[in-house]
């Protein structure tokens, strides 16, 4: 059996894990980011791991996921906002180098699509369109179960694209929801987060319902975007407020039914993440094993 070292570095922590060739988890951990250390403080950490675990199982490759954007070619940090002074690390080729294993490095939306693609609620499918909502939100492009990167290795970057309103950096985030329940609500930012907003909408509270239901026209608006240019099979709904799948599928759903053609409604289908913090891991294992 092969043996494989996934890491998922993220802006505030880093998860990783021992896993075979079928994506299944020998071993699992997290540690903190600690992104002030910088580019060289998350090497350091990187080459840590890789040395533990091949202390206890021999290694045949490393599979990384990391935020950015990357040139999947060389598998270095094109530029990173996140991690100060990470920006041109040649990180596949200081793994290689220095452990003589296979390594691949891949931005982290790209690694939930394929994750998600690969072992979770996009199996079977060759194409879909990832979301992934957090403190923005970020896309990624899968044709022919592989990632579209573009020109500039930012294809699926979709922070920026315009809906009614602004952009999808500004409209839909989990940022904006609790900036949007916090203002209406005269409360400090601080004071609020996801889950008492969704636990406010399920008592029903009509700010905490109203804003999360804005959050969905606006999400609606950018998917209708996205099925105009690359009408996928699939669209895969991640992120921390996406977990809220009970409440939120019977809301996006509706709301599509409303804005998309129906010949495009018809034949996209619309799914919640499933792998939650794994998919990262395994959608770098997969890059490593068949991209």
């Known amino acids: ?16 894990g021992l896993v075979n060739r079928n994506g299944e988890f020998i071993d699992k951990a997290s540690m903190p980011t600690e992104a002030d250390l910088g580019g060289i403080g998350i090497v350091a950490k990187i080459k840590n791991i890789i040395m533990e675990y091949s202390k206890v199982q021999k290694l045949t ?15 270095s940090i094109k530029f990173a906002l996140a991690i100060p002074n990470y920006t041109g690390t040649k990180l596949k080729e200081i793994i290689e180098e220095d452990f003589k294993l296979k390594c691949a490095v891949e931005n982290d ?51 920026y694209m315009l809906i009614p309103g602004g ?3 500004e409209l839909v985030s989990t940022t904006r ?31 905490s319902k109203n804003a999360i239901y804005r959050l969905m026209e606006h999400l ?3 998917i209708v975007n996205i ?31 409303e804005k998309l053609q129906p010949n495009v409604y018809e034949k996209t289908e619309i799914a919640f ?8 891991m395994l959608g770098a294992l997969y890059n490593l094993l068949y991209c």
Do not use: R
């Open 1 to 16: 059996m092969e043996y494989y070292v996934c890491i998922d570095i993220g802006g505030t922590a880093i998860k990783y």
């Open 61 to 75: 490759g490393v599979a990384i996921s990391t935020a950015g954007v990357i040139d999947y070619t060389d598998g």
């Open 109 to 159: 939306v790209n690694c939930i699509a394929l994750g998600e693609m690969w072992l979770g609620a996009g199996k079977g499918k060759s194409s879909l369109f990832c979301m992934a909502l957090g403190t923005s939100i970020g896309g990624c492009a899968v044709f022919d179960k592989k990632v579209i990167h573009g020109a500039n290795n930012s294809a699926g970057e979709i922070a």
């Open 167 to 169: 952009n999808m950096h």
């Open 177 to 207: 929801l609790v900036k949007d329940v916090a203002n209406a609500k005269n409360l400090a930012v601080d004071e609020v987060n996801g889950k008492k907003i969704f636990a406010w909408a399920k008592q029903d509270d009509e700010i």
């Open 220 to 222: 609606a608006d950018g």
């Open 227 to 257: 099925t105009s240019v690359f009408n996928p099979e699939m669209i895969i709904l991640g992120g921390g407020i996406m977990a809220q799948t009970e409440y939120l599928q019977p809301i996006i759903t509706q709301i599509l039914k």
């Open 273 to 280: 993440a499933k792998l939650e913090n794994d998919a990262g």
